[in-house]
């Protein structure tokens, strides 16, 4: 009986899948971008005259078709709310494996999701998820190649002089990148953005940074000296760590947001993939240089707060919110009516960490207040 069940609800999928595969190309928007060629703008990072950067974290916008238009609606109304000096985008930008092996598509799909945030004349940058590489459609190699055409693009797959990069192809690793904040009168690095990259894993599980990742960073830490914000797209241990201790304030000194549990009695819990992060970890808390990580992954997480890690170092740990509408998932694939509805009604959004140049820092999470006006708000702020 219940391998009829199952045969069912796998044949009701496969179905689905086609059928979505083979459909939607309904309103493929192009986006034309800023129109600057790639070179021809100064990419450089800066403080302000205040003494501030701003970086805004979108994340999960996982489109595998036309990006619609209550999505660019969202994603421009954070964008226009935030205003930041950089946008960081952590991972599953795509989602190819419901694209029936059209790489074509996967590249398309690529090259809109660039044409949009280089039509924002905002440096941007980002990492890959778990879906991005899924099934081999597009390799993440042809993903930078549309990404890095836009001239507002900080990194890709040749070296620049606006970050610091580390590739290992056999690795599956690709988007590890030191981007320098100078001064405001650009004469010295006074802060970094550090991304870390995440290897493709729906079929297998995720094995966390790899030695050549953590090496990356210690180099780094070492060659600038300086302190940082780091983005990737798993959560790492702490945060399971974090999520369990937050109702101790010596471990949890701050803790501010939620996990949103779609089926009522059931409790979500934040992702810990791989098992340990004991290796980065170690890392860390020998150069007490990263003043808060923040990741994706988890799309009805949205908590953030401060994760006493070691006797003398804290470090902030915060979700992003989910930005777009992505592919409508909750349409085909999700059988729980509670679930879809959840997915639907979510307010979307991002997540803004401002830095200042005397070391103030502070988090919080923008949503999409749902009034049909996209008009956004904060909450959860965290200050360190
Ligand atoms: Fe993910």
Redesign the pocket.
């Known amino acids: 009986m219940k391998r009829k069940i199952s045969l069912i609800l796998l044949t009701v999928l496969l179905i689905s899948l086609f059928a979505f595969s083979v459909t939607g190309c309904q309103s493929y928007r192009e986006f034309p971008g800023s129109g600057k060629e790639k070179g021809s703008v100064d990419l450089t990072l800066k403080f302000d005259e205040q003494g501030k950067f701003k970086i805004l974290q979108m994340t ?1 916008i996982q489109f595998i078709d036309y990006i619609d238009d209550e999505s660019i609606a969202v994603m421009d109304a954070t964008i226009e709310y935030a205003k930041p000096d950089l946008i960081v985008v952590t ?2 930008q795509i989602s190819p494996e419901y694209l029936g092996g059209q790489s074509g598509k996967a590249k398309k799909i690529c090259g809109q999701i660039s044409g949009y945030f280089d039509s924002k004349e905002i440096p941007w940058t980002l990492c890959f ?3 991005d590489g899924a099934m081999s459609v597009l390799s993440k190699a042809d993903m930078l190649k549309e990404y890095q055409k836009s001239a507002y693009f900080v990194g890709g797959l040749e070296e620049n002089k606006y970050c610091e990069s580390y590739i290992n192809e056999k690795e599956d690793t690709y988007c590890n990148y030191f981007l320098p904040i100078y001064s405001n009168d650009g004469n010295s690095v006074e802060y970094g953005v550090f991304v870390m990259d995440c290897a493709t894993s729906l079929g297998s599980p995720y094995k966390g940074f790899t030695q050549g990742q953590i090496d990356f960073y210690n180099a780094m830490s070492k060659k600038y000296g300086v302190k940082m914000s780091m983005y990737t ?1 798993e959560p790492t241990e702490e945060f399971q760590t974090m999520y369990d201790n937050r109702e101790n304030s010596e471990i949890v000194s701050v803790f501010k947001g939620e996990i949103e549990s779609p089926e009522v009695g059931k409790t979500y819990y934040p992702t810990k993939n791989p098992e340990s992060n004991e290796a980065f970890r170690n890392s860390m808390i020998a150069n007490k240089n990263i003043d808060g990580i923040f990741v ?2 988890d799309h009805l997480s949205n908590f953030a707060g401060i994760y006493n890690m070691a006797e003398d170092y804290s470090v902030v740990l915060g979700y992003g919110r989910m930005s777009s509408y992505g592919f409508g998932e909750w349409k085909y694939f999700m059988f729980s009516s509670s679930k879809r509805k959840l997915y639907k009604n979510y307010p979307r959004g991002g997540r803004v960490v401002e830095v200042s140049a005397n070391g103030d820092y502070s988090t919080f999470d923008v949503l999409d207040s749902k009034d049909g006006n996209y008009t956004m708000t904060s909450i959860n702020e965290v200050i360190k």
Do not use: I, S, V
């Open positions: 999960d991972g599953d998820g778990n879906h797209h994706g992954h």
